[in-house]
Each structure stands twice: as structure tokens, then as C-alpha cells.
């Protein structure tokens, strides 16, 4: 049976890269969006996906990845009272846009003002990537506990996850240019999101009697550029300029293109099976 991937956060650029290479490769996807047809139209300017590439490989569910029967309509491929076919990989690019802002809240809950502060970068909602870990291991908990007859049944088909977080959020690990530093220090509200994000789904995985992850791999670019669009099939992507690193070897570079993350989550991990990055912290640059 073809396999079947689950996308979050497939608008953003890192994802629908990766969603499209998947798509044009033939393998079948669920994902959720928001807002389905900012989905469609983005895919539909990927070359080689065609309305027919959607109509057959492609379902959209619609709504926010915080809610936890939404994410598991995402999770589910069939159902039925005997049996549950799960996704046999999510990939998740679920992130807040961010803004520069000028100004905190006040740390006084009663006045309701703001506070001048050093220019920084803040999201619409700091908790987002957080918040949709929680429901996502919700959902997966739901699932083990209401779709297989024991954990056991669970755990032999549990999801591998892939998730996209950041160069620079984990401490001690030297991934960011000297030069980028107070940069990367601008970050701080999305990159104390991001770490809640990792610690979340790193604690499951230590829980290793009720895994509810086939294997977590943790995907950190450098500063992102460009945008989803793929390469023309057989055209070069410059995929060779991709240099990859690890938390005990490193790669320190300063940006990388959106659509050189999805291909190589696409290459290592949906095609690869991605089995060598189970339990890495990626570090991707160009
Ligand atoms: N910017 C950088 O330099 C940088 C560097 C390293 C890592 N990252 C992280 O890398 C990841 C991918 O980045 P990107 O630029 O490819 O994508 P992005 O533009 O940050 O896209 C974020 C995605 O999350 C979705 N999303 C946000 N809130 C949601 C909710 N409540 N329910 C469902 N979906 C929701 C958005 O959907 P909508 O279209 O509905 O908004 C969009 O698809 C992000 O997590 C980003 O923070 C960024």
C-alpha cells in the first residue's frame, strides 16, 4: 500500500516544498490547513502537481492544529470498527509569523500597557508551536488509547514525526555565525517556543514503554530565505550547496532556502524512511 504522510503547517514554505516533492513522487498526504484553499493555490504553482495530482493523492483537513479531533482526523488514513490505519509520518512546519516589534506587556497583569523595549521579534501567538505538540501528542494518546486494542498494536505502527525547528535554540551547540548573535537574540519569544516544542516530544521519546513517536527527528535551518517553489523535475535544485550538520558535529552557515529544507526532509526522511536521523537534532545550511 502506498503510504500516507500527515503535513502540518503546509502554507509555510518549508512544508509545502516538502508536501510537493512528496505529492509528485506519488505518495499520498493528509494535511491540515487553516485555510484549504491557500493550500491548493500554492501547491497548484509547484511545477509538476496538477488539480489531478490533488484530486488523487491529496486530502485537506480544515482547522487549527491546537484541536485535538482535528489533528486526529489528520493522523488517520481509515478507520473502521475493526481495524485503524495510521499516517506512517507527520511532518510538522507549524510556526507564527514574526513581526519586529518595539514594545513588551507590562510583567503587572492589573495595567494593561505596554512597555518600550529593545527592538525584537514577536509572533501573534508566542505558545503556537507548543500548543500544537500538546495536541498533536493528545491526539496520538487518543488514538493508542480508543483505535488498538492494546499499546503493544499501537506502538508497531506508531508515526514517525519530523518536526522543523530552529539553528540556534538548542544551548552549547555552536550553529550560528558569531556575526548573527544578536539576531538570533531578537528571537527569543519564537526560539523559547521552538525549545518548549523540542522538550515536549523529547520527553515522550525517553518515555520508551508507551512511545507514542516511531522515532522523532528534529529538523534546525539557519536563517530562512526564498520561498516553497520546487524544481522543475530534473532540474537542478542546488541540493549539492546543502551542508548538514548534527549536534556532535555542527554546521555553522548563516541562511538556507525554504524549499532546500522540504526537499531534504522529502529525501532523507519521507523517501529515505529516515531512519540514520531518528534522535538528531539536524542542523541544515547552505
Ligand atoms: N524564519 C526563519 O528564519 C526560521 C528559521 C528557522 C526555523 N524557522 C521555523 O521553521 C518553520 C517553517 O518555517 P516556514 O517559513 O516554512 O513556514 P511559516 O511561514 O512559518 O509557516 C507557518 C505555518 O504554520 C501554520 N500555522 C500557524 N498557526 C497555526 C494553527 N493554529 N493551526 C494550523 N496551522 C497553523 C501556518 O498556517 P497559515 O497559513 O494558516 O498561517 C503556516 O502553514 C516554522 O516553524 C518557523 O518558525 C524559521
Redesign the pocket.
Known sequence: MTPTIAF??????????CLAYTLRSGYNAIA????PE??TTQLLTQPGITQETLDTHLRIVQ?????IETVMKTLIVTSTPQSTTLVSLIV???????ELVLTKPSPCDQIPMRMPTIPHIG?P?PH??E??TTALLGALRRIADERFGSFAEYAAVAPRVT??????IKKGIKDVPLLFKPLYAA?DV?HK??MKMERLLGAEVERRESLLCGGLVI???????GD?KIAEPGADSGYRKLRVGTEAKPEVGY??G?AL??EWIYREVVKGGGDKWVGEGVILTE
Do not use: M, Q, Y
Open positions: 502540518f503547517g503546509a502554507t509555510g514554505g518549508c512544508a509545502n516544498a491540515l490547513a487553516r485555510t491557500k493550500l482547522g487549527d492544529a491546537r484541536d510538522s512546519g507549524i510556526g507564527g509569523t514574526g509572533i501567538n503556537i508551536t500548543e500544537s518536526i522543523i525547528s530552529g539553528a540556534g528571537l519564537p517556543d521552538k529538523v534546525r535551518p539557519s536563517f530562512l530565505g516553497h541562511t538556507v525554504r529544507i522540504g
